[in-house]
């Protein structure tokens, strides 16, 4: 079975009436979806949300660039043709990330843990010898470590949802080992569906600069080190918590 047949999507709704299949095939031959048809690549990671981090979502990403400062990226939650469209997420260079102010700096999320360790992947296509297409995976990486992103879940398929219900949902990376109890197994079963292996490609990214990234300013309180709430900058879930654990 291949990565892309693991899932049939779960959505609440009625099978599509042979009348739109013949619909959804005119407009596939005759319109030209140039949007779609800039997208240049396939990232797959686990997004982590925001307002609980004991929960997290494995991502397909389709990512299009729209000049070297600037990508956008339709999410999925399966890299199959009837796939859930559920996020979307953008991605900036620092320089553009300094520019922002600090309320609107704490939205964003790092890449640096997941290039390192190994997380984040870009599938390969099947028939390609795995070292050649490593190669160009690995060089992709070296551009994606430094950038930072902003994601909106709609769809929380993680828990069932039939629908896109509720509003959106902030989502975040993961930046270190043990953050989330079960996230090696989900790792290790991805690995295994796109017949690749994270620590592997970690080793093979251990050359890789690891960037500086932005922390927010700190601020003692009762005797405990933590983020001042308007200050916490790229990567606060991961921050708060560690301010919350600190002020107990």
């Given at each position: 079975?291949s990565?892309?047949?693991?899932?049939?999507?779960?959505?609440?709704g009625?099978p599509?009436?042979?009348?739109s299949?013949?619909l959804e095939t005119g407009?596939?031959?005759?319109?030209?979806?140039?949007?779609v048809k800039?997208?240049?690549?396939?990232?797959?990671?686990f997004h982590?949300?925001?307002?609980?981090s004991?929960r997290?979502?494995?991502?397909n990403?389709y990512?299009?660039?729209?000049?070297?400062d600037v990508?956008?990226?339709?999410?999925?939650?399966?890299p199959?043709p009837n796939?859930?469209l559920?996020?979307?997420?953008y991605?900036?260079?620092?320089?553009?990330?300094?520019?922002?102010?600090?309320?609107?700096r704490?939205?964003?999320?790092?890449?640096?843990?997941?290039v390192k360790s190994?997380?984040?992947?870009?599938p390969?296509?099947?028939?390609?010898p795995?070292?050649?297409?490593e190669?160009a995976e690995?060089?992709?990486?070296?551009?994606v470590v430094?950038l930072?992103g902003k994601?909106?879940?709609?769809?929380?398929?993680?828990?069932?949802?039939k629908?896109?219900l509720?509003g959106?949902?902030l989502m975040m990376s993961?930046t270190?080992?043990?953050?989330?109890?079960?996230l090696s197994?989900?790792?290790?079963?991805?690995?295994?569906?796109?017949k690749v292996s994270?620590?592997?490609?970690?080793?093979?990214?251990?050359?890789?600069?690891?960037?500086?990234?932005?922390?927010?300013?700190l601020?003692?309180r009762?005797?405990?080190?933590m983020?001042a709430?308007d200050d916490?900058?790229?990567?606060?879930?991961?921050?708060?918590s560690?301010a919350?654990e600190d002020?107990k």
């Amino acid at each position: 079975m291949s990565a892309t047949e693991n899932i049939t999507n779960d959505a609440q709704g009625n099978p599509l009436t042979t009348k739109s299949q013949v619909l959804e095939t005119g407009a596939a031959a005759g319109q030209s979806f140039g949007p779609v048809k800039a997208i240049c690549a396939h990232l797959n990671a686990f997004h982590v949300y925001a307002s609980d981090s004991k929960r997290c979502v494995e991502a397909n990403h389709y990512c299009s660039h729209l000049n070297e400062d600037v990508r956008q990226c339709l999410i999925y939650d399966t890299p199959a043709p009837n796939a859930r469209l559920i996020g979307v997420e953008y991605m900036i260079s620092a320089t553009l990330y300094k520019t922002l102010s600090q309320s609107e700096r704490k939205l964003w999320h790092s890449h640096v843990f997941e290039v390192k360790s190994g997380m984040l992947i870009l599938p390969g296509p099947e028939g390609l010898p795995t070292g050649i297409w490593e190669e160009a995976e690995t060089k992709e990486m070296e551009d994606v470590v430094g950038l930072y992103g902003k994601t909106y879940h709609f769809w929380q398929v993680d828990r069932g949802d039939k629908l896109p219900l509720g509003g959106p949902e902030l989502m975040m990376s993961f930046t270190g080992e043990g953050q989330q109890e079960g996230l090696s197994e989900l790792i290790g079963e991805r690995d295994s569906r796109f017949k690749v292996s994270s620590k592997q490609k970690r080793d093979k990214r251990a050359y890789i600069e690891e960037p500086e990234i932005h922390e927010g300013r700190l601020k003692v309180r009762a005797r405990a080190t933590m983020y001042a709430d308007d200050d916490t900058d790229a990567d606060r879930v991961w921050k708060e918590s560690f301010a919350s654990e600190d002020s107990k």
